[in-house]
Every structure is written in structure tokens, then in C-alpha cells.
């Protein structure tokens, strides 16, 4: 079965960096779609950068987070990374990572609802 389990979460200062990684198991095929998302209490879920490999290789990120976070891929490791700097205290909020298979993450790749596979989540707080 697919498993993907995150680490890197923390605490830092305002203007600091972190870099997330989130190793991936259990599936030989190519990914659709694997990204970053983020959640905080009483808001939905929402996607902060993804890369997708439908039909070549695509990178998305919310425009909160564009010229601040790098989301990469190590293939040998199978995992992705998300490199955060310059954190801003609404960046805080647990961070997901996500990967999909059938396609259909490139319609909307920053959407939750494309997304079939779910890791447990790492908390990232930012402080002012």
C-alpha cells in the first residue's frame, strides 16, 4: 500500500527557513501529481506547491508562497522536499503531503479533491 510519511516540521522565527520531506512507499508507477499542502484549524485544506508530471513537468505553488518555498523530488530516494524560507508567521499550519495517480490532479493541482493518497501531516509554527 502507498505510504507517505513527513518530517521536518518545527518551530522557527519569522524570516527563517525549514525544508519538509515527505518519503514515499509502495507504489512501482509514476505519480500523477505530488505536492504540499496546508491546513489550519476551521480552514479547508489548501495546496501550497505541487509538482506535476502530466504530460512533461510542471510546478504550481500558491501565490502566498511564489519566490519563498521550492518543492523538489528526489528520484532515487523517492522523495519530496519543500524548501521554505523567509517564513512569515501565517505560514504556520500543519503541512501535508499528497500524491495522485490517474491524472486527474492536472485540472486543478493545487486542489484537494484531486488527491488520492494523504500523508499524516508535520507541524510547521512560525513565530512573529
Known amino acids: 500500500q502507498v505510504q507517505l510519511v513527513e518530517a521536518g516540521g518545527g518551530s522557527v522565527q519569522a524570516g527563517g527557513s525549514l525544508t519538509l520531506s515527505c518519503a514515499v512507499s509502495g507504489y512501482t508507477y509514476s505519480f500523477s501529481c505530488m505536492g504540499w499542502f496546508r491546513q489550519t484549524p476551521g480552514k479547508e485544506r489548501e495546496g501550497v506547491a505541487v509538482l506535476n508530471f502530466v504530460g512533461g513537468r510542471f510546478t504550481h505553488y500558491a501565490d502566498s508562497v511564489k519566490g519563498r518555498f521550492t518543492i523538489s523530488r528526489d528520484n532515487a530516494e523517492n522523495t519530496v522536499y519543500l524548501r521554505m524560507n523567509s517564513l512569515k508567521p501565517e505560514d504556520t499550519a500543519m503541512y501535508y503531503c499528497?500524491?495522485?495517480?490517474?491524472?486527474?490532479?492536472?485540472?486543478?493541482?493545487?486542489?484537494?479533491?484531486?488527491?488520492?493518497?494523504w500523508g499524516q501531516g508535520t507541524q510547521v509554527t512560525v513565530s512573529s
Open positions: 499528497a500524491a495522485d495517480v490517474g491524472g486527474a490532479c492536472s485540472r486543478y493541482p493545487l486542489s484537494m479533491t484531486e488527491y488520492t493518497y
